[in-house]
């Protein structure tokens, strides 16, 4: 194995050694096999590659002070695939599945778990596609379950620094009663061009108004949107976002924290009134905005003066790291140890 610079990683595709899959054919999931190969052998009639049935997640493992190896809320991302899988009529992956191979990905990875202290994690990618053929649009007859790891940095190359963002309003990752609250490969093909031009016009990220009105905050390409004022942690509700895991948590810790939640329509005059906004996800962890800028109307909304992030997305990132890697109290059971890591 090559010298990794831990510290240095981007959030990106890293080769491992091992890869973890499991089919569904003749009405029932398969045993779990491995694989040291990065390929997958797969019909050219598969709906995956016509149709778009594939959904996927995000989770980490990461490796705490005393060395143990922890999963976050890893049932919340079982969950939430089922959840994905059904609103595109695939198999379901069954959660004894889902764990063994999650888990075994972790474990016959070993090697690529970050050490404590590097701010790296080893990111989890379950991933579930229609493999049967179909040319008609049906859903397919087989499906195929993979899980790669790799070990990752921040998604943002700004790390816990603050972002710009730029609101898109010629573009949606997802219609009014579509797919936007599943994890379904087509929001992410939906969001790319207008990701990329914001890219290219020097923002980390486009944040996508609600597909019907155009009037609300719904959230950024691969992260969800939040805000505090008057001691208030306030997120987009919404139809068209994506439940994030990271969100749910934040939630827990903001009312932890002594703050009021709430979950809401967020108009964008709004942005006008935080003291603080941040995007949140498994890979995004906590990124604080620093610049929101319009693309239509030009108007620049300024947070983090002083350059860092604010004291509550401060204090909320470093309480969430710390129950990640084993160090806060995790009163909420969200963490489970890989035993023999
Ligand atoms: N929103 C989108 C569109 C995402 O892709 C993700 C990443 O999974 C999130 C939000 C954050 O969700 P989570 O915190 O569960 O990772
Ligand atoms: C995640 O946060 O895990 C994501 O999946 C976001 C992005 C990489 C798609």
Redesign the pocket.
């Known amino acids: 194995m090559e010298n990794i610079n831990w510290k240095e990683l981007p959030f990106g595709y890293f080769k491992t050694d091992y890869n973890v899959r499991c089919y569904w054919r003749n009405g029932e999931w398969g045993e779990l096999e491995i694989s040291s190969s990065e390929y997958i052998n797969l019909h050219m009639a598969a709906t995956a590659l016509h149709y778009g049935q594939e959904a996927f997640e995000?989770m980490k493992a990461f490796r705490g002070k005393d060395g143990k190896v922890r999963l976050f809320r890893w049932e919340e991302n079982y969950k939430r695939m089922a959840r994905s899988a059904d609103s595109i009529v695939m198999k379901e992956v069954p959660r004894d599945i889902f764990f063994n191979a999650i888990t075994t990905a972790v474990k016959m990875n070993a090697n690529y778990i970050p050490p404590y202290g590097t701010g790296a994690s080893l990111y989890i990618r379950p991933l579930l596609i229609g493999s049967g053929a179909q040319v008609g649009v049906k859903p397919a007859e087989e499906y195929m379950f993979m899980v790669f790891v790799g070990p990752v940095g921040p998604y943002f190359k700004e790390g816990f620094n603050p972002v710009k963002v730029q609101i898109v309003k010629d573009y949606d990752r997802a219609a009014p009663q579509g797919t936007g609250q599943f994890?379904v490969g087509g929001n992410y093909a939906a969001s790319l061009k207008a990701g990329l031009r914001s890219k290219s016009e020097g923002f980390a990220t486009a944040l996508f108004l609600d597909p019907k009105e155009k009037k609300y905050i719904d959230?950024a390409?691969?992260?969800?949107f939040f805000g505090i004022k008057n001691n208030t942690y306030i997120t987009p509700k919404s139809e068209s976002?994506?439940p994030?895991?990271?969100?749910m948590s934040l939630q827990q810790l903001a009312e932890d924290m002594g703050m009021e939640v709430e979950r809401r329509s967020i108009a964008v005059e709004e942005l006008e009134t935080f003291d603080e906004v941040g995007a949140?996800?498994?890979?995004a962890i906590i990124s604080p905005i620093g610049t929101i800028v319009d693309r239509h109307t030009k108007k620049t909304y300024e947070y983090c003066e002083s350059g860092v992030a604010g004291p509550i997305s401060t204090k909320m990132y470093v309480t969430l790291r710390a129950i990640q890697e084993g160090e806060e109290e995790d009163k909420y059971g969200w963490t489970n140890v890989v035993e023999g890591v």
């Open positions: 995000g994890k959230e390409g691969p992260a969800n976002i994506l994030s895991i990271t969100n949140c996800g498994t890979a």
